[in-house]
Protein backbone atom coordinates (compact mmCIF):
# COMPACT_ATOMS: atom_id res chain seq x y z
CA UNK A 1 0.00 0.00 0.00
CA UNK A 2 1.39 3.20 -1.31
CA UNK A 3 0.62 7.03 0.68
CA UNK A 4 -0.04 9.60 -1.90
CA UNK A 5 -1.07 13.02 -1.35
CA UNK A 6 -3.71 13.51 -4.00
CA UNK A 7 -6.55 16.37 -4.87
CA UNK A 8 -9.07 14.80 -3.74
CA UNK A 9 -11.92 18.29 -4.93
CA UNK A 10 -10.85 17.32 -8.61
CA UNK A 11 -12.72 14.07 -7.49
CA UNK A 12 -15.97 16.21 -7.51
CA UNK A 13 -16.70 16.36 -4.10
CA UNK A 14 -19.34 18.47 -4.31
CA UNK A 15 -22.78 19.52 -3.20
CA UNK A 16 -26.11 19.24 -5.17
CA UNK A 17 -28.43 21.79 -6.25
CA UNK A 18 -31.07 21.09 -3.36
CA UNK A 19 -28.43 20.44 -0.66
CA UNK A 20 -26.09 23.35 -1.92
CA UNK A 21 -28.87 25.60 -0.97
CA UNK A 22 -29.65 24.26 2.18
CA UNK A 23 -26.09 24.79 3.46
CA UNK A 24 -26.49 28.06 1.97
CA UNK A 25 -29.70 28.73 4.21
CA UNK A 26 -27.87 27.52 7.07
CA UNK A 27 -25.21 29.32 6.91
CA UNK A 28 -26.79 32.49 6.58
CA UNK A 29 -29.07 31.22 9.37
CA UNK A 30 -25.95 30.54 12.03
CA UNK A 31 -24.32 33.79 11.39
CA UNK A 32 -25.02 35.61 8.07
CA UNK A 33 -22.29 36.11 5.43
CA UNK A 34 -20.19 37.93 8.05
CA UNK A 35 -19.45 34.52 8.54
CA UNK A 36 -16.42 35.60 6.30
CA UNK A 37 -14.53 38.76 7.66
CA UNK A 38 -14.56 36.79 10.97
CA UNK A 39 -13.47 33.53 9.50
CA UNK A 40 -10.92 31.48 11.34
CA UNK A 41 -6.99 32.65 10.95
CA UNK A 42 -6.36 29.83 8.08
CA UNK A 43 -8.92 30.85 6.47
CA UNK A 44 -7.84 34.04 6.21
CA UNK A 45 -4.14 33.45 5.83
CA UNK A 46 -4.79 31.42 2.57
CA UNK A 47 -7.48 33.90 1.42
CA UNK A 48 -4.65 36.39 1.63
CA UNK A 49 -2.77 34.23 -0.63
CA UNK A 50 -5.35 34.28 -3.50
CA UNK A 51 -6.76 37.56 -3.33
CA UNK A 52 -3.86 39.36 -1.71
CA UNK A 53 -4.04 43.13 -3.11
CA UNK A 54 -7.62 42.97 -2.48
CA UNK A 55 -7.32 42.35 1.10
CA UNK A 56 -4.52 44.97 1.68
CA UNK A 57 -6.63 47.59 0.39
CA UNK A 58 -9.64 46.15 2.76
CA UNK A 59 -6.89 46.14 6.06
CA UNK A 60 -5.76 49.36 5.22
CA UNK A 61 -9.66 51.40 4.97
CA UNK A 62 -9.55 51.90 1.27
CA UNK A 63 -11.53 48.95 0.51
CA UNK A 64 -14.71 46.79 1.65
CA UNK A 65 -14.05 42.71 2.41
CA UNK A 66 -12.97 41.29 -0.56
CA UNK A 67 -15.41 38.54 0.45
CA UNK A 68 -18.57 37.06 -1.00
CA UNK A 69 -19.90 40.81 -1.98
CA UNK A 70 -20.10 40.85 -5.59
CA UNK A 71 -22.60 38.39 -6.76
CA UNK A 72 -20.69 38.27 -10.14
CA UNK A 73 -16.96 38.90 -10.17
CA UNK A 74 -14.44 35.87 -10.29
CA UNK A 75 -14.99 32.53 -8.07
CA UNK A 76 -15.27 33.26 -4.44
CA UNK A 77 -13.58 31.01 -2.33
CA UNK A 78 -12.03 30.64 1.24
CA UNK A 79 -9.72 27.39 2.06
CA UNK A 80 -9.04 26.31 5.71
CA UNK A 81 -6.77 24.08 6.95
CA UNK A 82 -7.21 20.56 9.04
CA UNK A 83 -6.02 21.46 12.68
CA UNK A 84 -6.67 19.93 16.03
CA UNK A 85 -10.58 18.41 14.87
CA UNK A 86 -11.32 21.67 13.80
CA UNK A 87 -12.82 20.09 10.46
CA UNK A 88 -15.29 17.27 11.15
CA UNK A 89 -17.62 15.14 9.29
CA UNK A 90 -20.57 13.33 10.41
CA UNK A 91 -20.90 10.59 7.56
CA UNK A 92 -24.24 9.31 8.62
CA UNK A 93 -26.42 12.53 8.90
CA UNK A 94 -23.82 14.10 5.97
CA UNK A 95 -22.68 17.34 7.85
CA UNK A 96 -19.58 18.56 7.79
CA UNK A 97 -18.23 21.13 10.47
CA UNK A 98 -16.57 24.24 9.50
CA UNK A 99 -14.33 26.76 11.56
CA UNK A 100 -16.75 29.83 12.84
CA UNK A 101 -19.33 28.03 10.65
CA UNK A 102 -20.57 25.16 12.58
CA UNK A 103 -21.87 22.09 11.20
CA UNK A 104 -23.45 22.49 7.83
CA UNK A 105 -25.21 20.13 5.64
CA UNK A 106 -23.49 18.36 2.57
CA UNK A 107 -25.43 16.36 -0.34
CA UNK A 108 -24.25 12.78 -0.24
CA UNK A 109 -23.41 11.55 -4.06
CA UNK A 110 -22.58 7.61 -2.64
CA UNK A 111 -18.84 8.22 -2.08
CA UNK A 112 -17.47 8.25 1.26
CA UNK A 113 -15.47 10.86 2.07
CA UNK A 114 -12.43 9.81 3.79
CA UNK A 115 -10.36 10.45 6.51
CA UNK A 116 -7.29 12.40 6.53
CA UNK A 117 -8.52 15.97 5.79
CA UNK A 118 -5.62 18.52 4.61
CA UNK A 119 -7.94 21.32 4.01
CA UNK A 120 -11.47 22.55 2.95
CA UNK A 121 -12.02 24.93 0.46
CA UNK A 122 -15.13 26.67 0.49
CA UNK A 123 -16.63 28.71 -3.15
CA UNK A 124 -19.52 30.17 -4.72
CA UNK A 125 -20.42 29.83 -7.89
CA UNK A 126 -21.90 32.24 -10.10
CA UNK A 127 -25.53 31.32 -9.42
CA UNK A 128 -25.28 31.35 -5.86
CA UNK A 129 -24.52 27.76 -4.53
CA UNK A 130 -22.04 26.13 -2.38
CA UNK A 131 -19.86 24.03 -2.70
CA UNK A 132 -16.69 22.19 -0.46
CA UNK A 133 -13.83 20.55 -1.87
CA UNK A 134 -12.22 18.50 0.42
CA UNK A 135 -8.31 17.62 -0.16
CA UNK A 136 -7.49 14.22 1.09
CA UNK A 137 -4.72 12.36 2.03
CA UNK A 138 -5.61 8.88 0.74
CA UNK A 139 -4.53 5.50 0.76
CA UNK A 140 -4.45 4.17 -3.14
CA UNK A 141 -4.45 0.83 -3.24
CA UNK A 142 -2.82 -0.52 -7.42
CA UNK A 143 -5.69 -2.65 -8.89
CA UNK A 144 -4.02 -6.23 -9.85
CA UNK A 145 -2.66 -6.12 -13.04
CA UNK A 146 -4.49 -6.79 -16.17
CA UNK A 147 -3.38 -7.93 -19.38
CA UNK A 148 -5.74 -5.39 -21.41
CA UNK A 149 -4.10 -2.94 -23.43
CA UNK A 150 -6.20 -0.01 -25.72
CA UNK A 151 -5.53 2.90 -28.21
CA UNK A 152 -7.66 5.57 -27.87
CA UNK A 153 -8.20 8.13 -30.78
CA UNK A 154 -10.06 11.16 -29.64
CA UNK A 155 -12.66 12.25 -32.50
CA UNK A 156 -14.50 15.36 -32.75
CA UNK A 157 -18.02 14.11 -33.12
CA UNK A 158 -17.51 11.09 -31.39
CA UNK A 159 -15.49 11.53 -28.56
CA UNK A 160 -13.21 8.97 -28.56
CA UNK A 161 -12.61 5.61 -30.49
CA UNK A 162 -11.22 2.89 -28.99
CA UNK A 163 -8.89 -0.26 -30.93
CA UNK A 164 -11.19 -2.80 -29.33
CA UNK A 165 -13.78 -0.99 -32.10
CA UNK A 166 -15.73 0.68 -29.13
CA UNK A 167 -16.84 3.94 -29.69
CA UNK A 168 -17.48 6.51 -26.70
CA UNK A 169 -20.13 8.70 -28.30
CA UNK A 170 -20.41 12.57 -27.36
CA UNK A 171 -23.61 12.09 -25.05
CA UNK A 172 -26.46 14.06 -26.54
CA UNK A 173 -27.87 15.48 -23.38
CA UNK A 174 -24.27 17.69 -23.24
CA UNK A 175 -25.12 18.81 -26.61
CA UNK A 176 -28.68 19.65 -25.89
CA UNK A 177 -27.20 21.94 -22.96
CA UNK A 178 -24.63 23.55 -24.61
CA UNK A 179 -27.37 24.83 -27.49
CA UNK A 180 -29.54 25.79 -25.05
CA UNK A 181 -26.83 27.83 -23.17
CA UNK A 182 -26.10 29.26 -26.68
CA UNK A 183 -29.62 30.69 -26.54
CA UNK A 184 -29.50 31.97 -23.09
CA UNK A 185 -26.64 33.84 -23.14
CA UNK A 186 -27.89 35.72 -26.70
CA UNK A 187 -31.01 36.27 -24.28
CA UNK A 188 -28.67 37.74 -21.36
CA UNK A 189 -26.86 40.06 -24.33
CA UNK A 190 -30.30 41.53 -25.11
CA UNK A 191 -31.27 42.71 -21.72
CA UNK A 192 -30.73 46.35 -20.36
CA UNK A 193 -27.65 46.63 -18.05
CA UNK A 194 -28.68 46.93 -14.42
CA UNK A 195 -32.15 45.85 -15.75
CA UNK A 196 -34.03 42.75 -13.07
CA UNK A 197 -34.87 41.28 -15.99
CA UNK A 198 -30.74 41.27 -16.72
CA UNK A 199 -30.15 39.84 -13.53
CA UNK A 200 -32.86 36.62 -13.67
CA UNK A 201 -31.15 36.30 -17.13
CA UNK A 202 -27.80 36.12 -16.20
CA UNK A 203 -28.91 33.24 -13.15
CA UNK A 204 -30.30 31.41 -15.85
CA UNK A 205 -27.19 31.16 -17.73
CA UNK A 206 -25.12 30.62 -14.89
CA UNK A 207 -27.05 27.70 -13.52
CA UNK A 208 -26.95 26.58 -17.23
CA UNK A 209 -23.20 26.68 -17.41
CA UNK A 210 -22.78 25.11 -13.69
CA UNK A 211 -25.24 22.23 -15.30
CA UNK A 212 -23.04 21.80 -18.63
CA UNK A 213 -19.72 21.77 -16.63
CA UNK A 214 -20.86 19.09 -14.45
CA UNK A 215 -22.13 16.86 -17.04
CA UNK A 216 -18.88 16.66 -18.50
CA UNK A 217 -17.26 16.33 -15.20
CA UNK A 218 -19.45 13.53 -14.81
CA UNK A 219 -19.04 12.33 -18.06
CA UNK A 220 -15.22 12.67 -18.29
CA UNK A 221 -15.10 10.73 -15.03
CA UNK A 222 -17.03 7.78 -15.72
CA UNK A 223 -15.10 7.01 -18.81
CA UNK A 224 -12.22 7.74 -18.08
CA UNK A 225 -12.31 5.62 -14.46
CA UNK A 226 -13.96 2.78 -17.01
CA UNK A 227 -10.87 3.04 -19.17
CA UNK A 228 -8.01 2.53 -16.23
CA UNK A 229 -9.92 0.08 -14.70
CA UNK A 230 -10.29 -2.09 -17.82
CA UNK A 231 -6.59 -1.45 -19.11
CA UNK A 232 -3.14 -1.96 -17.83
CA UNK A 233 -1.89 0.17 -20.69
CA UNK A 234 -3.94 3.05 -22.19
CA UNK A 235 -2.10 4.86 -25.55
CA UNK A 236 -3.44 8.24 -26.39
CA UNK A 237 -2.56 11.31 -28.37
CA UNK A 238 -0.57 14.25 -26.78
CA UNK A 239 -2.39 17.49 -26.68
CA UNK A 240 -0.68 20.00 -29.51
CA UNK A 241 -1.59 22.75 -26.71
CA UNK A 242 -0.59 25.29 -29.11
CA UNK A 243 -2.69 24.05 -31.63
CA UNK A 244 -5.40 24.06 -28.91
CA UNK A 245 -5.10 27.66 -28.26
CA UNK A 246 -4.34 28.65 -31.89
CA UNK A 247 -7.87 27.15 -32.74
CA UNK A 248 -11.17 29.16 -33.87
CA UNK A 249 -13.56 27.27 -34.34
CA UNK A 250 -15.55 26.47 -31.86
CA UNK A 251 -16.29 22.76 -31.73
CA UNK A 252 -12.90 21.71 -31.93
CA UNK A 253 -11.95 24.48 -29.05
CA UNK A 254 -14.42 22.67 -27.03
CA UNK A 255 -13.80 19.16 -27.96
CA UNK A 256 -10.01 20.12 -27.55
CA UNK A 257 -10.47 21.50 -23.90
CA UNK A 258 -12.67 18.77 -23.12
CA UNK A 259 -9.76 16.26 -24.35
CA UNK A 260 -7.46 18.03 -22.57
CA UNK A 261 -9.62 17.43 -18.94
CA UNK A 262 -9.76 14.06 -20.08
CA UNK A 263 -5.88 13.39 -20.51
CA UNK A 264 -5.27 15.10 -16.90
CA UNK A 265 -7.95 12.71 -15.63
CA UNK A 266 -6.63 9.84 -16.70
CA UNK A 267 -3.12 10.86 -15.97
CA UNK A 268 -4.03 10.79 -12.05
CA UNK A 269 -6.47 7.48 -11.98
CA UNK A 270 -3.75 5.78 -13.76
CA UNK A 271 -0.84 6.88 -11.26
CA UNK A 272 -3.61 6.04 -8.63
CA UNK A 273 -4.54 2.79 -10.02
CA UNK A 274 -0.91 1.51 -10.67
CA UNK A 275 -1.82 1.68 -14.46
CA UNK A 276 0.51 3.11 -17.53
CA UNK A 277 -0.56 5.93 -19.76
CA UNK A 278 1.55 6.21 -22.32
CA UNK A 279 1.22 9.25 -24.81
CA UNK A 280 2.07 9.34 -28.23
CA UNK A 281 3.84 12.35 -29.93
CA UNK A 282 1.55 14.47 -31.85
CA UNK A 283 2.86 14.59 -35.20
CA UNK A 284 2.74 11.10 -35.25
CA UNK A 285 0.59 10.16 -38.15
CA UNK A 286 -2.02 7.56 -36.90
CA UNK A 287 -4.50 8.06 -39.22
CA UNK A 288 -2.12 8.00 -42.74
CA UNK A 289 -0.38 4.24 -41.18
CA UNK A 290 -1.65 1.08 -42.42
CA UNK A 291 -2.31 -0.48 -39.41
CA UNK A 292 -1.75 -4.16 -40.65
CA UNK A 293 1.62 -3.24 -43.05
CA UNK A 294 2.27 0.61 -41.93
CA UNK A 295 2.51 1.74 -45.60
CA UNK A 296 1.86 5.83 -45.37
CA UNK A 297 -0.59 6.76 -47.30
CA UNK A 298 0.06 10.22 -48.11
CA UNK A 299 -3.56 11.10 -50.23
CA UNK A 300 -5.11 10.10 -47.26
CA UNK A 301 -7.21 13.77 -46.38
CA UNK A 302 -9.78 14.79 -43.60
CA UNK A 303 -13.06 14.11 -45.05
CA UNK A 304 -11.89 10.18 -46.00
CA UNK A 305 -13.81 7.72 -43.35
CA UNK A 306 -12.61 4.92 -45.02
CA UNK A 307 -9.69 4.31 -47.23
CA UNK A 308 -8.03 1.52 -48.50
CA UNK A 309 -4.42 0.24 -48.09
CA UNK A 310 -2.43 0.88 -51.60
CA UNK A 311 0.17 -1.57 -50.68
CA UNK A 312 -1.78 -4.81 -48.92
CA UNK A 313 -5.45 -3.63 -49.59
CA UNK A 314 -6.99 -3.41 -46.46
CA UNK A 315 -9.81 -1.37 -46.00
CA UNK A 316 -9.43 0.96 -42.80
CA UNK A 317 -12.19 2.81 -40.68
CA UNK A 318 -10.51 5.97 -40.67
CA UNK A 319 -10.20 6.34 -37.04
CA UNK A 320 -10.65 2.49 -35.63
CA UNK A 321 -7.14 2.23 -37.72
CA UNK A 322 -5.78 5.42 -35.87
CA UNK A 323 -6.72 4.26 -32.47
CA UNK A 324 -4.96 0.62 -33.36
CA UNK A 325 -1.77 2.41 -34.62
CA UNK A 326 -1.88 4.67 -31.69
CA UNK A 327 -1.53 1.57 -29.36
CA UNK A 328 1.28 0.12 -31.38
CA UNK A 329 3.09 3.43 -30.78
CA UNK A 330 2.44 3.56 -27.41
CA UNK A 331 3.86 -0.33 -26.80
CA UNK A 332 6.68 0.81 -29.18
CA UNK A 333 7.60 3.69 -26.66
CA UNK A 334 7.09 1.83 -23.72
CA UNK A 335 9.75 -0.98 -25.19
CA UNK A 336 11.92 1.18 -26.13
ZN1 LIG B 1 -1.48 -2.01 -45.68
Given at each position: MEWRIEVYKSEKRYLSYKACSAMLTQIKATSGPEWLVEADKFALQNSLRDLDAAFVNYFEGRAGYPGFKSKRGPKQSYQTNFTNGNIRID???????????????????????????????????????????????VAMKSLSAGGKEVG???????????????????????ITARIKLAKLQRALSKKKKGSKNREKARLKVARQHEKVVNQRRDFQHKHSKKLVVENQVISMEELRIKNMVKNRKLAKAISDAAWGEFQRLMEYKARWYGRTLVKVGPFYPSSKLCEKCGTKNAM?????????????GTVHDRDLNAAKNILAEGKRILAG
Open positions: RVRHQIKLPKVGWVEYAADGREIPDGIINVTVSRTPSGKYFASILCEMDMGLKKFAILSTGEVIENPGYYLTLSDRQWQCPKC
